[in-house]
């Protein structure tokens, strides 16, 4: 059963109070009950964290501490690392690791996740802080102190984490490391998805939903609640056969990817259909990601293709950076480069070189959000070479490819309808992570499945 404790949040102060009261009055009449509180990434993606309470034992445990960075980092709802049992950590995106190191400013709270998890949370913390230093409230300092208190744990080992509860991690196909985090609290268990990705990668396998025992209640993501994605093989051949289009006739194909596992896709797709012998640039972070996934081959569906589809390619070699940028921006062939949006990264500077050439291409194989480079590029055919310039008209042809590491709306219905409920009839579900509308729109699909959906907002709580 579901108690809704706190209501809609119109003013913060006096919802504060209401919520306290409805609790209260609850209270009188239900006792030790496991508690859900909802953070952050409630209606929006972006800075997730949901909070889980044991009134029985006191338990608490902090599931992911993300932030949200537009023109300013927002961070998820406040919780006092001094009450925390343990933080458990689903995959190492900044909209879910980028705040953890808040709680080793004075705090020692033990933080759980795959040890590949860490190792690239760490990169993207410390790479984080170069870019945004001073707009954060922790540095190095934390982020050092953060690896005192970690501890690594591998999928499906069940693990006690506090005096009454317990955590188990199930990949969840993402990115590499990814992890579905299930809870098991004074009897009860509940299933966070984290991201996940029902559909095979060349990186990873996806969900196997049969590994996963029956639950009470789920926190899903819904970030393509509303969206279906194309077929993934399709897709590729898209990839492939327009960026040997480009090649053959002597363009340059940039793809600006994210240093984390979306390059790495790419590369592997193009090197498993690369029927025309081109040369491969890769750019930034994905070589310092490479070296750490090397470590973990058993994280990865085919690691084999993985390191040859690596070691074909050229990367940019840090100390000869300048002269082999020029190079890879004037001589036809493949670049791929982040940031995945334009935003930032070593792709606006190869962007800015192959706009004006019609015999050259920019493939864009990310989500583009509103307002980015990227998406104004796909919706108007200009670009912005600095901050305060106008936008130009491009003559390179741009292509937009859906290579998402989330389910589409096909397979988070197909995971809703695959995962078993203790009580199938009281099937609850708890969508996260996604735009209102899409969230919305979703719940109701859910709502068709037989479930009892529940969109939170920022705060909200609920007893189990
Ligand atoms: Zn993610
Ligand atoms: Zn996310």
Redesign the pocket.
């Known amino acids: 059963m579901i108690l809704y404790i706190s209501l809609f949040y119109l003013n913060r102060e006096k919802s504060i109070k209401y919520g306290a009261l409805l609790f209260g009055i609850t209270n009188l009449w239900i006792n030790k009950m496991v508690k859900l509180r909802f953070l952050g990434a409630c209606r929006e993606v972006g800075r997730s964290g949901i909070l889980i309470e044991s009134e029985e034992s006191g338990d608490r445990i902090l599931l992911d501490y993300g932030i949200k960075s537009d023109h300013t980092t927002i961070f998820p709802e406040h919780v006092s690392g001094r009450d925390l049992s343990a933080i458990v950590l689903?995959?190492?995106?900044i909209?879910?690791c980028g705040g953890i190191p808040l709680f080793y400013i004075s705090g020692s709270v033990p933080l759980y996740c795959t040890e590949l998890t860490y190792k690239v949370s760490e990169i993207l913390l410390n790479d984080m802080l170069r870019i945004n230093q001073q707009y954060l409230p922790f540095g190095r300092r934390e982020i050092k102190k953060m690896h005192q208190y970690v501890q690594y744990l591998s999928y499906k080992k069940h693990k006690k984490i506090g005096k009454n509860s317990w955590i188990t991690l199930y990949n969840a196909g993402?990115?590499p490391g990814?992890a579905m985090i299930l809870v098991e609290m004074d009897g009860k268990r509940i299933l966070y998805t984290?991201?996940f990705n029902l559909i095979q990668t060349q990186l990873l396998n996806p969900v196997n939903l049969s590994e996963i025992p029956p639950i009470d209640a789920l926190i899903i993501e819904s970030t393509y609640g509303l969206t279906s994605h194309p077929a993934r093989e399709e897709t590729e051949d898209e990839l492939v056969s327009k960026v040997n289009e480009i090649v053959s006739n002597g363009g340059i194909a940039l793809i600006p990817a994210f240093g984390v596992a979306r390059s790495q896709e790419i590369l592997m797709v193009l090197n498993k259909h690369n029927h025309i012998d081109y040369k491969i640039t890769v750019d930034g972070m994905a070589r310092a990601i490479i070296s750490q996934y090397s470590n973990y081959p058993s994280m990865f569906r085919n690691f084999e293709e993985l390191i040859h589809a690596f070691k074909s390619a050229h990367i940019i070699n840090q100390y000869r950076k300048k002269i082999e940028r020029s190079n890879a921006a004037s001589n036809s062939g493949v670049i791929i480069a982040p940031s995945g949006m334009l935003k930032g990264g070593t792709a606006r500077y190869y962007a800015e070189n192959i706009i004006n050439d019609p015999k050259n291409a920019i493939f864009l194989v990310s989500y583009q959000v509103e307002n980015t480079p990227g998406q104004i590029l796909l919706d108007t055919n200009k670009y912005q070479l600095n901050e305060h310039e106008k936008m130009i008209d491009i003559v390179a042809k741009v292509f937009h490819l859906d290579f998402s590491?989330?389910s589409g709306q096909t397979e988070l219905l197909q995971f809703i309808d695959g995962i078993k409920f203790i009580n199938q009839n009281q099937r609850d579900v708890f969508c996260v992570h996604g735009d209102e509308e899409t969230l919305l729109g979703f719940a109701k699909e859910v709502e068709n499945h037989g479930c009892n959906v529940y969109c939170p907002y920022i705060n909200q709580k609920y007893s189990l």
Do not use: K, M, V, W
């Not at 689903?90 to 995106?93: F, N, Q, T, Y």
């Open positions: 689903s995959h190492s995106h909209d879910h993402h990115i990814s984290g991201d590491s989330h």
